[in-house]
């Protein structure tokens, strides 16, 4: 079956940074795929790409089989794109932003009529259809936002961050907003900070790291490449004992910001661990099941920092440095 949306070995430098480095990803129609990555990782430049805002340096990028830069102005029919800054009219109300947008997408005016009666519906905007769009609240703004995204009925739906900006309430609503996208059958390629929104939104998720993705499936089968089924979070003022018994429990331990995980085989009690920790001086101890926030930390690590990467010479240096 030809893909949806199909990145491969996408390259593309910043001046003398390089950050993307053999990018691949691929969507089937009607899957939610979460980017996932470090701030500054390159997830909004490989969204960018996709919607051709930006070029690549090498690699190629095709929509139902066929190359982006070979669709025109086609593909701006097909992709509808949610960006980190909000492209919205501050000075217009809620419609008039929907009107703008189905303009520009070239919507005849019955359709644009129609449209925009059926979002402002869909996405509960009534209630403020007279309070101009600087007024709406973040969470509004963006509802609206995502409204505006879908006004010409793209085959495609790319969300960089989407809720990235809001509070935990107008999260969920637009999680709601979202999952009704996906159980209508809309493709939707997102980029998420919370790991939580992958979880919860995305049929299969990319882990990003160094350019590239390092790891990518269902969140079933992201866990399963934990060494462990359930996560004991240790507290204690000697760590090193602690990362040695586990050591010798054969358990392998992590450390990341000044807390200990222990992977374990399977679920254990809390007894059960203090006692298999064998006097080791624990102050505090928990177990959760493996979740995407363990799976994230053992495939991309704790970096927030791209690697930056120089350019020595010619283009062929690109996979080589
Ligand atoms: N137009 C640009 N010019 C120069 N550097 C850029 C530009 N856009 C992004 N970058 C740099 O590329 C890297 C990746 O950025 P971005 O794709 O926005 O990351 P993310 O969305 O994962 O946070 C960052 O180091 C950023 O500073
Ligand atoms: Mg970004």
Known sequence: ???????????????????????????????????????????????????QLLSCDAGQVRMMGEPISELGYRARALIGLCAQDCALYPDLLPAENLHFFARLYGLSDRLRQQRVAELMNNFALQPFAATRVGKLSGGWRQRLHLAVSLVHRPKLLVLDEPTAAVDLAARMDLWRLIEGLRDSGTTILLTSHHLAEAERLCNRVALMRDGRVVAEGSITELLARVPGRAV???QSADKAAIMQRAHHLGWPARQHAGQISLLLPHYLGLREIVDALDGTAVSAVSVQPVTLDDAYLELVGESTCPKVKRKTGQRSSLTST
């Open 1 to 51: 079956m030809t893909a949806a949306l199909q990145i491969d070995g996408v390259h593309k430098w910043f001046g003398s940074h390089q950050v993307l480095d053999g990018f691949s990803l691929n969507i089937e129609a009607g899957e939610i795929v979460g980017l996932l990555g470090p701030n500054g990782c390159g997830k909004s430049t490989v969204l960018n790409i996709v919607c």
């Open 232 to 234: 004991a979070k240790v």
